[in-house]
């Protein structure tokens, strides 16, 4: 059967690259220019999971992520970005630049038994790594991949010279045992085609997502000739701020007595926030600080309640903390290895705060349960008629699912355009 190749298309994503050396299309050099084409840009894909709207420094949070809140200063700001709102048909649609049913992946990475449903990408359906291989581009790959359990489906099967991560939706932080969630679920990291056993906390693995992706950027900008000028596309796929809730002491105490006062105050911070960065008006802040009915008043709650909500938001907030400091060694590994000046960053999220019911899945000990709460519900349909994922501590029903921050060149005020993750691969591909 032919493939279905990727329309090479560009949306949202036009933007000029670092000190405009180059731009996103490139247009092939007139015969009359004896000029050099401009090099290729590489490309640095970065995904963050299970992330509220307003998580972000530079989105109204009072969550440190300054890495971030640069990026976004300094590139484009998105107020509306579509997605599939769960991560396997999120991740599916990205990859491929395809309808998530189109490439297999309509739910989960579980067979089904229909080709829409199967549970993995289909060979029909190219990758951003196999198109971009194919271009010349070395592949790498550091996270979460969700797309295909099955070894014909991993990652270097699928176009990535180079993989580090898990292949299902989520794991422990600290080790690799099985998630204890009420039904099987083994954690699977592979380093390429190998599964690897790390000890038991011997690891966090929002570190070892970006340790790896630095030591790829570094061995690729080492490799020899010819290999030696080629681009890179890195995609990095972190699971953070995925459940389980599970941080560093050193990055939860930055964030100790920060969520006293509740979800009813902290809702109104950020709103206010968001008014004053230019998000939203203060119509739809006014709009969305009524709180979800669902969700009880601050003040109502017991002190056991409220002592455990506050501490279960400040292991998140840590959580989020460290990606942004891991994206923060990638940078700075950007400009060790002089690629900065060329290289395309884009950041997005795979959806709103997760609506999973997690700590209720099955049966388990009390202190399994308290890692696993859930911290959003999914709502029902508001007066915008959408339907939205709701944060615990702040509801924008107005406002769909994370924005992308574009790197850099462009003003870093907010795009009053609406675009989905679609043409995100296209436009990678593009290139």
Known sequence: MKRNRLTIRLLAFTVFLASGTASIAQTKPSTQNSNPPAPRPNIILIMADDMGYSDLGSYGSEIQTPNLDRLAREGLRLREFYNNSICA????????????????????????????????????????????????????????????????????????????????????????????????????????????????????????????????????????????????????????????????????????GKYDAGWDALRKERLARQVKLGIITQKLADAAATRDTDVPEWDALTYEEKQLWKAKMEVYAAMLDRADQGIGKVLDKLREIQKDKNTLIVFI????????????????????RDRLVPRARL????????????HRFVRLNHLRMKAASVRPSSPGFPAKSKRALWPVAPAISST
């Open 379 to 390: 709502n029902r349909r508001a007066k915008t008629g959408r339907t939205s994922l709701t």
């Open 89 to 256: 048909p999120t991740r599916a649609s990205l990859i491929t630049g395809q309808y998530p049913h189109k490439a297999g992946v309509g739910y989960f990475n579980i067979n089904l038994g229909l080709p829409a449903y199967q549970g993995f990408l289909n060979k029909q359906s190219l990758t951003f790594g196999e198109v971009l291989k194919q271009a010349g581009y070395s592949t790498l790959l550091s996270g979460k991949w969700h797309v295909g359990n099955d070894s014909l489906y991993w990652p270097k099967q699928r176009g990535f010279d180079r993989f580090y991560g898990i292949l299902g939706g989520a794991s422990n932080y600290f080790d690799a045992d099985p998630l204890p969630i009420g039904r099987p679920s083994p954690v699977v990291i592979l380093e390429d085609n190998k599964r690897i056993h790390p000890k038991p906390n011997s690891f966090y693995f929002t570190d070892e997502v970006t340790n790896h992706a630095v030591t790829f950027l570094d061995e690729q900008s080492k490799e020899a000739k010819p290999n030696a000028a080629r681009p890179f596309f890195l995609y990095l796929a972190y699971t953070a701020p995925h459940w389980p809730l599970q941080a560093l002491p050193e990055d939860i105490a930055k964030y100790r």
């Open 349 to 368: 999220s795979d959806n709103g705060a997760p609506a999973e019911d997690v700590a209720h899945w099955g049966p388990k000990p009390v202190e399994i």
